[in-house]
C-alpha cells in the first residue's frame, strides 16, 4: 500500500511492509549513536517509537545472556518471536506493519555507539532528549515521539520524560524502576548485589563498544564508568542518586504504566510510584503477574499499548480515553487471576486492618497482645545466604525448617474469602545486640494443609505474597512523603542503633495483591536471611550487618503490626 505525502491519521487499519537499516544521530557534544531504524517501505510520516538501552540493538532476545537459562525458555514461550526481536524492546515486525517507525538506539559506550560507557547516568538522560528531538523532525516522522519498553528501557523513560523534551508525546514505561537507590540497588537500604553483579557482567559489560574487538581490557576499562562501585561507595541516597534518576514532577506527558504484582525488590515500587506521582494529567496504571517480559508480548498487552500508542501518537480515538485508569490482575495464586477495573490507587474502599504480633503465642490477631513479651532469632554468622546468590538456584521455603535465624507470625484462618490488595506495612519494636541490623521480612499464604500458594512472579514461579527489607540504620523517615501505610526513607543518614534499646521501625513490604482463600491464613517470616525464593534477589556483600541477634517486642507499648490493605467484597 503506497500513500504518498500524507501524515499518518489511520481510522482503519493498514498494513505497511517493514524496510530497516543503521543510521547515526547526532548529539550535542559532536558525537553520535548508532541505532536501527525499522520503518513502514511506504513514503508518508509516521509517528515514532523509540527505545534506548545497553544491551546491543543487534543482538537477539534469546542471546541476550546466554549465562541465563530463563533466557531461551522466555522466548519459547513468548507469543511474539522473529528475528528482530531484542530483549525487552517492542518488536519492529509487529508495530512497523501497524504504520509505526522503531528506533532501537543503541547507549553511548555500547554496540556500535562510540563513547564513554556511564548507564543511568545524566549523561543518559541528554542523549536520550537530543535523540528524541532529531528523531522528532527527521523527514519520515510525524513528529510525535513515543517511548515503550522493559525494565531498564522504562527506568530510561522516566528518567528522559522529566527532562521535557518537546517531541516527546507518551511513555509506556513496563515493568521499570524510578528511584535506582531504593528500588534498584540498596531495596530498604540494603544493597542487592546479587543481581547487579550478575547483570553488570553478562548484560552490560559484554555489549560495552568495542570496534572489531581491538580495544585492550584497561582501555574498556578507562572507558566506561564501573556501575557496580558506583552502587558500592554510595550507600545513601545523596544528590549522586537523584541526578540520575527522575523527578516524577516534571514528568507531564501522557504515561501508561505497567507493573508486577510479584516482583519485589526490583521493578513493582516504581511502577506505583510513577503512577501516583507524576505529574501527567492523563496516566493510566495496569497491574499483572507472571514473567518479567512475559505480558509485554502477549497478544493482550500488545493491545492495551497499541490502544494507548495509537490514541497519542496517531489521534485514533481507541476508547482509551473513556475507560477507567486503573486495570488490576486480582491473584488467586499460581497462574490464577481475574481482571478488575478501578478509578484509582490504593483504592479507596480500602480497609486498612491492623494484625498485632504477639510474641508469646506468634500469633497475628486484630486484638493486641495483652502483655508485653519477646521473641529472638540469631544473625547469620556463618553467612550461610551469602552462598544462596549461584545463579537461579533458590533457596526453597519450608516452614517447618529449624532455624534460629527467623521467627514467624501466623494469622488464623480466615473465616471468609480475602482479597489484600495494595501497600503494606510492618511496625516493628526491635532492639539488637550490636549497633546496627538487617531485616528481611517475608509474607506467605498458607493453605489448609499447611502448603504454601506461591505466586507466578517476574523471577520465579514461586513468590510469597511479597517482601520487605529494613536496615535500621537507616530507618529515618520523611514525615511529608510517608503514610500511615507506607513509610518513605529519607536515606540520607545513618543512624546507629543503641545495643539492647528497643526501637520502632515502619518496614515498608512492597505492594501486592492476593484472594486468600477461606481456611488459608497468613505466615510473616522475619529473619536475618532474604528466603525470597529467588536467588537473583539477594544481598550477599561485606557491607551486610551478619553479626546482629535480634529481639522483636511486642504488647502495650511496643505495638508490634502487620498492617494490611483488606478490599471489602463489592
Not at 540520575?244 to 501508561?256: H, I, N, Q, T
Amino acid at each position: 500500500m503506497n500513500q504518498p505525502n500524507i501524515d499518518i491519521n489511520e481510522r482503519t487499519n493498514n498494513f505497511y511492509e517493514l524496510t530497516w537499516k543503521e543510521i547515526q544521530i547526532p548529539m550535542r557534544d559532536g558525537s553520535y549513536l548508532a541505532a536501527n531504524l525499522y520503518q513502514p517501505k511506504s513514503d508518508g510520516r509516521f509517528p515514532v517509537i523509540m527505545t534506548m538501552c545497553p544491551y546491543g540493538k543487534d543482538v537477539h532476545f534469546s542471546q541476550f545472556a546466554p549465562a541465563n537459562p530463563t533466557i531461551a525458555i522466555e522466548y519459547s514461550h513468548s507469543q511474539d518471536k522473529g528475528p528482530l526481536l531484542s530483549w525487552e524492546t517492542p518488536n519492529p515486525e509487529f508495530w512497523v506493519p501497524q504504520g509505526y517507525a522503531v528506533l532501537r538506539i543503541d547507549e553511548r559506550g555500547i554496540g556500535n555507539s562510540p563513547g564513554k560507557l556511564d548507564i543511568l547516568s545524566e549523561s543518559l538522560k541528554k542523549d536520550y532528549y537530543d535523540a528524541i528531538e532529531w528523531a522528532g523532525t527527521e523527514p519520515w516522522s510525524n513528529g510525535k515521539i513515543g517511548l515503550l519498553g522493559i525494565s531498564y528501557l522504562a527506568m530510561s523513560q522516566w528518567a528522559v520524560a522529566s527532562e521535557q523534551p518537546p517531541h516527546l508525546t507518551c511513555i509506556v514505561p513496563w515493568e521499570g524502576t524510578v528511584d535506582y537507590y531504593a528500588e534498584f540497588c540498596y531495596p530498604g537500604g540494603i544493597q542487592a548485589n546479587g543481581f547487579l553483579s550478575f547483570w553488570w557482567k553478562n548484560g552490560i559489560l559484554t555489549r560495552q563498544y568495542n570496534p572489531d574487538g581491538k580495544y585492550t581490557e584497561e582501555q574498556l576499562q578507562a572507558n566506561r564508568v564501573e556501575f557496580t562501585e558506583v552502587v558500592k561507595n554510595n550507600p545513601l541516597r545523596d544528590k549522586a542518586w537523584k541526578n540520575r534518576f527522575s523527578d516524577l514532577s516534571k514528568v507531564k506527558v501522557p504515561v501508561l504504566s505497567a507493573s508486577n504484582w510479584f516482583s519485589a525488590g526490583m521493578h513493582t515500587r516504581g511502577n506505583f510510584l510513577g503512577f501516583q506521582n507524576a505529574a501527567s494529567e492523563n496516566k493510566w496504571l495496569e497491574v499483572h503477574i507472571g514473567s518479567h517480559v512475559g505480558a509485554f508480548y502477549t497478544v493482550e498487552g500488545r493491545a492495551l499499548q497499541k490502544k494507548f500508542l495509537d490514541y497519542w501518537l496517531k489521534g485514533m480515538d481507541t476508547g482509551i480515553m473513556r475507560e477507567p485508569k486503573v486495570k488490576l490482575a486480582i491473584p488467586r495464586g499460581g497462574n490464577n487471576y481475574t481482571w478488575r477495573y478501578e478509578n484509582e490507587y490504593p483504592l479507596k474502599r480500602t480497609q486498612w486492618t491492623r494484625f498485632y504480633l504477639d510474641a508469646s503465642s506468634k500469633m497475628l490477631s486484630e486484638e493486641p497482645a495483652q502483655s508485653k513479651a519477646q521473641v529472638c532469632y540469631e544473625g547469620d554468622k556463618d553467612r550461610e545466604s551469602k552462598y544462596w546468590a549461584k545463579p537461579f538456584m533458590m533457596k526453597v521455603f519450608s516452614r517447618d525448617e529449624e532455624n534460629s535465624k527467623r521467627v514467624m507470625f501466623k494469622t488464623a484462618p480466615f473465616e471468609n474469602e480475602t482479597e489484600i490488595l495494595g501497600p503494606i506495612k510492618l511496625r516493628l519494636w526491635a532492639s539488637s545486640t550490636i549497633e546496627d541490623m538487617d531485616i528481611f521480612v517475608s509474607l506467605r499464604n498458607i493453605d489448609s494443609l499447611g502448603k504454601e500458594v506461591v505466586n507466578s512472579g517476574a523471577l520465579t514461579e514461586k513468590f510469597p505474597i511479597s517482601q520487605g527489607w529494613l536496615r535500621a540504620s537507616l530507618r529515618k523517615t520523611d514525615d511529608e512523603l510517608s503514610t500511615g501505610y507506607k513509610p518513605y526513607y529519607t536515606f540520607d543518614e545513618f543512624q546507629k542503633l543503641i545495643p539492647g534499646e528497643v526501637y520502632p521501625l515502619d518496614i515498608e513490604i512492597w505492594d501486592s495483591a492476593i484472594v486468600v482463600a477461606k481456611g488459608n491464613w497468613l505466615l510473616l517470616e522475619i529473619g536475618s536471611q532474604n528466603q525470597s525464593g529467588c536467588a537473583l534477589i539477594t544481598q550477599t556483600g561485606d557491607d551486610r550487618v551478619w553479626e546482629a541477634d535480634v529481639t522483636i517486642h511486642t504488647g502495650e507499648e511496643f505495638d508490634s503490626y502487620l498492617m494490611l490493605p483488606i478490599i471489602p467484597a463489592l
